[in-house]
């Protein structure tokens, strides 16, 4: 949230340890969403309906510029993992632009769950006030139903479980980590949580803990009913839209009231071993903040960094009208590229050698097409109008690297798919590392024959952004030997049509300022 001229992030964390487990709210400040200075804990476990830890939830500006936070407490160890409930707390001085005390008064918990599954009841949104009311979702499930309970409050104390869940969808599991909020269909500002305009439409994501991914549908608030109904052309479930297809979980928007945006936070869990997490001494990290609009096509959502992140720039080098020849493999040399930003536009003369579409592939589940065929058509194996893209984090030898690279489809009716991949395989000699292929299809319009990719890469981390925003994949990776000034940035062209790089511009990262 923005309080005072001050950002405030609050995040899950055990100050005990690189593993799971007591749970207290972390609280870290900044002037720009890059630099951070770490506070000490906002909240810990200290009373009775809190005792076993205090889980995610959410952050409320209320009238008069008052912050409150709802969180979910645990208050006992039993069922597994625990009777949850929602309580909320209060910053000890409002003058205070730093909020660096908070007080959890008497009357906790506000919400308590009236049925029986009292250990899925969790991570509260933030609310939005209308008709009168404040109201707020809380995740939860039923079986293998996923639930969005609706509450409604008068003074943000007493709160009332609405008669019909807000948002259901059977067979998706536990919904973690909801968000609800509305989006312009005019431009790219965001707008305030509790805006209700006829240009306005919503957006509910849930983080599915069954996948491990975040899913969002575009949708219609219904008021009369204070349901939430998606639109015809958002798939609700598995196969459905998300933020980002790579590793991204537990996210979370806020408004931002100076910049007039909304902005998104993912978190990346960690790709390597318990034991290597204790040994470094951290695990999970939160990705780089991203502006988050409506398409103008109004079906889906587009992501950038925030723009704060140009601050870190350093060295820059630009390359324009580069041609690659199938199997060219061009180094792009001049400035550090272990902590790089790298922005390249593809453009092709034909879509004639486009490989054809294997109708085999139809039969894979859904959600998880694009992904196996990463694994299948991976950046070696040659095909026609691609593979072809970056490889990041190369080791001298190309012993270890990962490729970031787009393949064009042609399907039996002549119409072209193109999948975009984040393949972390060969990107560490260590074995006990996860190292799976991301990918996504590109809703992208061919006709300019005209391919964008912005990546962001930083040591163990690397955020591809393809075609504006229009599909996002988080990798971590973990090399050896690609480490530091061992870390190479190439092109490369395993497809037999010609690839010209239109224009590259990559400038070096310095290091943020991280609590």
Not at 153 to 172: E, G, L, Y
Not at 364 to 390: H, M, N, S, W
Request: glycine share 8%.
């Amino acid at each position: 949230m923005y309080y005072k001229g001050v950002y405030h992030l609050f995040y899950q964390y055990n100050p005990k340890g690189a593993v799971w487990g007591n749970i207290v709210w972390a609280h870290s400040v900044s002037k720009d969403l890059i630099n951070w200075i770490s506070l000490k804990p906002a909240i810990v476990p200290s009373e009775p309906f809190d005792k076993y830890g205090c889980w995610s939830g959410s952050a409320t500006i209320l009238p008069g510029n008052k912050p409150v936070i709802i969180y979910t407490g645990i208050v006992n160890e039993k069922p597994e993992p625990g009777h949850q409930v929602q309580n909320y707390a209060i910053p000890a001085n409002y003058s205070d632009c730093y909020l660096q005390k908070w007080i959890k008064p008497d009357n906790n918990p506000i919400i308590k769950p009236i049925h029986e599954n009292v250990s899925s009841f969790r991570d509260p949104t933030t609310a939005w006030f209308n008709n009168g009311y404040w109201k707020l979702i809380v995740g939860s499930k039923e079986d293998r139903r996923g639930i969005a309970y609706l509450y409604r409050s008068r003074n943000f104390i007493k709160w009332t479980k609405a008669k019909h869940p807000f948002h259901t969808k059977k067979d998706v599991g536990m919904w973690e980590c909801p968000d609800f909020y509305p989006v312009s269909s005019r431009g790219t500002d965001g707008v305030d949580t509790s805006t209700l305009r006829d240009d306005v439409k919503h957006v509910f994501k849930a983080s599915l803990d069954m996948t491990r991914f975040d899913y969002y549908t575009i949708g219609t608030y219904n008021l009369i009913q204070d349901k939430y109904v998606p639109d015809n052309t958002s798939v609700d479930g598995w196969a459905g839209l998300r933020y980002d297809y790579g590793n991204f979980y537990a996210s979370k928007t806020f408004f931002d009231p100076i910049k007039k945006r909304r902005i998104l936070w993912g978190w990346a869990n960690e790709s390597s071993t318990a034991s290597e997490d204790i040994a470094k001494g951290w695990a999970g990290i939160q990705l780089i903040p991203r502006k988050v609009w409506l398409d103008p096509s109004g079906h889906k959502l587009l992501q950038w960094p925030i723009t704060e992140l140009e601050g870190l720039r350093g060295q820059k080098i630009e390359l324009s009208n580069v041609k690659i020849n199938k199997g060219d493999i061009v180094e792009v040399k001049g400035i550090p590229v272990v902590q790089a930003d790298v922005d390249v536009t593809f453009i092709f003369s034909s879509l004639e050698k486009a490989e054809l579409y294997d109708e085999k592939w139809r039969k894979f589940p859904l959600e998880d097409v694009a992904k196996r065929i990463c694994g299948i058509k991976g950046a070696t194996v040659q095909g026609g109008l691609g593979p072809f893209g970056l490889l990041v984090l190369a080791s001298s030898e190309f012993k270890e690297y990962t490729p970031l690279f787009f393949r064009i489809f042609k399907t039996t009716d002549g119409k072209h798919k193109v999948l975009f991949c984040s393949d972390a395989t060969l990107s560490s000699l260590n074995k006990n590392e996860y190292k799976p292929s991301f990918g996504g299809f590109v809703d992208v319009d061919l006709t300019k024959k005209k391919l964008s990719l912005r990546s962001l890469i930083d040591h163990s981390v690397v955020e591809s952004f393809v075609e504006g925003g229009t599909i996002v994949i988080s990798s971590r990776i973990y090399p050896t030997l690609a480490i530091n000034e061992n870390a190479h940035l190439h092109l490369f062209n395993n497809g037999s049509e010609i690839v010209m790089i239109e224009r590259l511009n990559a400038w070096s990262m310095k290091t943020a300022h991280i609590n």
